[in-house]
């Protein structure tokens, strides 16, 4: 995957996140793949982009962007 298909993938990711309360669950069924070209939910946790969230009343953690995941998303640079 060249650098641009994984900045535009990331983009697509996070702001699939930013749309609505997403929980862990949901979002590693509709984005983890076994294919190592396609690594998008590990990157946005390394890079720190996205963060789980747990609540003691809520079995499932709930993602949300980070501030570098939201400057990434809003077109600033991030930490890259």
Request: with cysteine.
């Amino acid at each position: 995957m060249s650098e641009l298909s994984r900045d535009l993938l990331m983009l697509q990711f996070l702001s699939w996140i930013s749309d609505r309360r997403r929980t862990y669950t949901e979002a590693i069924n509709a984005w983890q793949s076994t294919c190592p070209r396609h690594t998008i939910w590990e990157d946005a946790m390394i890079d720190g982009y996205i963060e789980l969230k747990r609540h003691e009343t809520v079995q499932d953690p709930e993602v949300t962007l980070t501030a570098n995941g939201v400057a990434l998303l809003n077109g600033s640079n991030g930490h890259r």
